[in-house]
DNA sequence: AATACTGCCAACCGCGCCACA
DNA sequence: ATGTGGCGCGGTTGGCAGTAT
């Protein structure tokens, strides 16, 4: 049985928003505040939108001190920094980018900051538009198990090559290609790096066992902030919500820092078959990961992007496919 | 000039988490 | 302890604009 729709979607405009919606929303929300409830808002407002609609409409383009246009190089380096440590957290990510919103941030990424980095695909082997749109976890969903996709294959395989825990910590993996995207019987390679406590971005990782199947990695198992409220808990096989430190400018221990912190990975056995279905996003398959501080108080920012395109490579942070083309050049599938 | 392809970005969707009754 | 509603997040899609063929 699914969730009931957060509102009546028939009665609900789509797509794009006018300037006179722009300006009701604006006008309200600066008159009222959003009274702490979205899903009202919209009809108080005069507005025939999903209240969720309303929100993000707010949140990325309507609120005050938005920046719009190119990203800097120190934002870049902000960027690929903390993806290298945190992977896809986009919303954390933007709290260390002001003015930036999570949207803008992932698209950016997306399209290209990853292109930036990790070069671009010749023309000859670029996968279709279509495919390049569809994500793998889309694939790897979608795919039967009967006949499976190459790339649903790859997943697979490398999913079920990770027997040990440390290495189901990862969702990253590597894939030796010979030459054509169409080899099935392309190797997977669960780097040898991630089976090993690594120096990172972050220090050197270490292993924490714990109890109730869980495995911690990280650096210190607890460390303190700049406010002294760290929290590093785990309860049961769930570990504690801990504060990120808000949105821009909320918290005036981090208001700006350009620093990331430790962190640390959880993993829940229970939690794993479930969400190995579920998505193949970071955590994806039973692990996760928090910071330790959430005030990413540790480690200045100071890498270059050659070194953070290294980290990202050989961690832990997303589902990026690397092979070598025929030239010897390293590009990189998402 | 027409068509196909690609890049980009705004918006949508579904799910997990949390607060509260 | 449990159910429900709302919020926030990350992933995905749709469509427009620019570029290549």
């Given amino acids: 049985m699914g969730r009931a729709p957060c509102c009546d979607k028939a009665n609900v405009k789509k797509g794009p928003w006018s300037p006179e919606e ?36 707010w949140l990325n383009y309507l609120r005050p001190n938005i920046k719009h246009g190119e990203f800097s190089d120190d934002e870049d380096r902000v960027i690929c920094a903390l993806f290298a440590s945190i992977g896809s957290r986009w919303s954390i990510i933007a709290t ?29 082997q670029r996968i279709p538009h279509h495919i390049h749109h569809a994500s793998f976890s889309s694939l790897l969903q979608s795919s039967s198990p009967s006949s499976p996709s190459p790339s649903s294959t790859i997943l697979h395989n490398c999913r079920n090559n990770t027997s040990h825990p440390t290495a189901r910590s990862f969702s990253g993996f590597e894939v030796s290609y010979s030459s054509s995207f169409s080899n099935s019987s392309a190797s997977c390679i669960t780097a040898a790096s991630v089976l090993q406590p690594q120096e990172s971005l972050l220090g050197p990782m270490q292993q924490y066992q714990l109890k109730d199947g869980l495995q911690m990695f990280g650096g210190e198992a607890s460390s303190s902030s700049s406010d002294g409220s760290c929290s ?56 996760s990961e928090k910071s330790s501080n959430g005030l990413f108080g540790e480690t200045p920012l100071d890498y270059g992007l050659e070194e953070i395109k290294q980290l990202i490579s050989t961690s832990s942070c997303n589902s990026f496919i690397f092979y070598e083309s025929k030239a010897g050049e390293k590009v990189m599938y998402y």
């Fill in 22 to 57: 722009d300006a009701k929303l604006k006008e309200y929300i600066e008159k009222h505040g959003t009274g702490g409830n979205w899903i009202a808002l919209p009809q108080k407002a005069g507005l025939r939108r999903c209240g969720k609609s309303c929100r993000l409409r």
């Fill in 96 to 124: 260390h980018l002001p003015g930036r919103t999570d949207n803008d941030i992932k698209n950016y990424w997306n399209t290209r900051l990853k292109k930036k980095l990790f070069g671009t695909v010749p023309q000859s």
């Fill in 232 to 287: 590093n808990q785990i309860n049961q096989g769930k570990e504690l919500e801990h504060e990120y430190g808000g949105a821009p400018g909320s918290n005036g221990a981090n208001n700006g820092d350009q620093q990331i912190g430790m962190h640390s990975y959880f993993y829940n056995e229970a939690n794993e078959s479930q969400k190995l279905m579920a998505s193949n996003g970071g955590g994806a398959d039973g692990w």
